[in-house]
Structures are given as structure tokens and as C-alpha cells.
């Protein structure tokens, strides 16, 4: 069975863990040819390690999204190794570490440096793959895809003021690129996930608290599961594929309903 990115070229960020790393694989299982990016080259390589053991095809590549000449030598690597670009997925993102046995901070507990670092990662690391990606599409002459992760904190009032500014940033980042490259065939859209249980906010999710972690998350959704990172990967691969082909500016919620509004009481 044909895959839904069958010989597509996929950059994927962040790919090292969480959300990027089963983006990875799942677009790598959908016949993509993967260049896996992430800050730490341990965590990437292992990835890329997990692909070819599928029988994938992916390249490691170590980037810090935050430096725009950075993200141009790593399209350029994906083109110099696979030919081209086809999808780009701008997934790496920070947070602002909370305070442990009380949890997030509030904009004056947060110092300069962690917001310089939020916004420096999740608007401007987005921003700079958005426009290697347009500079890539462009010189091939021909359509292309990307797929921004920003957040349910994009959406509605959650997780923080520092953190939730730059994911409300991304998602309208998303819409109007989408108008501006609409005409060139070029389609962006995000996927907006809640909390998960991932490396992102300094949790161990294979750690002795992971068990209570996932239950206290889960209860915060009105499905009341927890969200998964494939969760996130699968809604990125559909906006990704020929499924979505009449659909850009659009984000994506995987929340679980958390956006929806309040939930009525059981």
C-alpha cells in the first residue's frame, strides 16, 4: 500500500523527541525521506537510527532553529542529499520552566533571559524555517507544504503569558503566510496540541511520576485522555499529505476538546 507521502522530502525540527520524533517515523512509514533536525545530536541520531530500522530513509542533521543561516544550510542539505522539498515542518519549540511544587510562572516571575529564549526558538524558529522553506519551493518552481507546530495556548488563555504569546504568534503567523503564498500553491497550516507528556516541559516520560503525570493531564481534556505525541504527528502528517490539499490556514486543534470551551459538568 502506497504511503500518503510516498517520495516526498520532509524537514522536520525538533525531531530528536516528542512530537518530532514520531513525525519522523511516521512520515518516514508513509514513504517519506526524512532530514531529522534537533539541537541535541544524541537524541537525533537515535531517531534516525529508529527509521532505518523500519527501513527508512532519513538523515541527521544537528540545527538551532534560532539561527536563520542555520535552517538555510539545513534545507540546502535536504536538497543536496534528496533533490528537493517537498514538506517542512517547523515542530522545535521551548517553554518556560515552571516552579517546581507550583507550576507555571507568572509574567513577572518569568526573567529576561527565558523569554528571550521562547521567542527566540518558537516565533523566529518558526519564521526562519518558514522562509527557507518559501526560498526552497520557489527555486524548484513548484508547490510545497508547511506544517507549523504552535499550540492549544495559541488558541485560548493556557499555559502562560511568555509561552502563550509566541504560540498565538505562530498560529497567526500560520494564517496570514497561507494568504500571502496561497496563490503559488504553497499551503500552511499548524497543528495545535495541549500538554503531553513529553521531554518539552522537563518531564521524564518514562520516568517513576510518568504514571500520574498522564492521569492528571488526561483529566484536563474533556475527552479525558492524555494526548500523545502521535496524536500530534498523525494531525501533521494528514495536513502534510494530498488529504489536505484544499485545506491552508488552518490550526489544528488535538487537545482533546480543551478548546472547544467548558465542558458541562458530569
Known amino acids: 500500500m502506497q504511503g500518503l507521502i510516498d517520495g516526498k522530502v520532509a524537514v522536520i525540527t525538533g525531531a530528536g523527541s516528542g512530537v518530532g520524533k514520531a513525525a519522523a517515523l511516521l512520515?518516514?512509514?508513509?514513504?517519506?525521506?526524512?532530514?531529522?533536525?534537533d539541537i541535541d545530536?544524541?537524541?537525533?541520531?537515535?531517531?534516525?537510527?529508529?527509521?532505518?530500522?523500519?527501513?527508512?530513509?532519513?538523515?541527521?542533521?544537528?540545527?538551532?532553529?534560532g539561527d536563520a543561516a542555520a535552517v538555510e544550510r539545513l534545507v540546502q542539505s535536504a536538497v543536496d542529499t534528496f533533490g528537493r522539498l517537498d514538506i517542512m515542518?517547523?515542530?522545535?519549540?521551548?517553554?518556560?520552566?515552571?516552579?517546581?511544587g507550583r507550576g507555571l510562572r507568572s509574567l513577572l516571575e518569568t526573567d529576561q533571559a527565558a523569554i528571550d529564549k521562547v521567542y527566540r526558538v518558537n516565533v523566529f524558529g518558526v519564521l526562519n524555517g518558514c522562509r527557507a522553506a518559501i526560498a526552497a519551493f520557489e527555486r524548484q518552481g513548484g508547490p510545497g507544504v508547511i506544517v507549523n507546530t504552535a499550540s492549544v495556548a495559541g488558541l485560548i488563555g493556557w499555559g502562560g503569558v511568555a509561552y502563550g504569546s509566541t504560540k498565538g504568534a505562530v498560529t497567526n503567523m500560520t494564517r496570514t503566510l497561507a494568504l500571502e503564498l496561497a496563490a503559488k500553491g504553497i499551503r500552511v497550516n499548524s497543528v495545535c496540541p495541549a500538554g503531553m507528556p513529553t521531554h518539552f516541559a522537563g518531564m521524564d516520560p518514562d520516568g517513576p511520576q510518568a504514571a500520574a503525570i498522564r492521569a492528571g493531564m488526561g483529566k484536563t481534556h474533556p475527552l479525558g485522555q492524555v494526548i500523545e505525541p502521535m496524536d500530534c504527528a498523525n494531525a501533521a502528517l494528514f495536513l502534510a499529505s494530498d488529504l489536505a490539499a484544499n485545506i491552508t490556514g488552518v490550526n489544528l486543534p488535538v487537545d482533546g476538546g480543551l478548546s472547544a470551551g467548558v465542558p458541562p459538568k458530569r
Do not use: M, S
Open 27 to 37: 512520515f518516514a512509514r508513509h514513504g517519506a525521506k526524512v532530514v531529522a533536525a
Open 41 to 65: 545530536k544524541a537524541w537525533v541520531d537515535d531517531t534516525v537510527a529508529q527509521v532505518a530500522a523500519e527501513g527508512g530513509q532519513a538523515l541527521a542533521e544537528v540545527c538551532d532553529v
Open 89 to 100: 515542518y517547523n515542530n522545535a519549540g521551548v517553554t518556560v520552566p515552571g516552579i517546581p
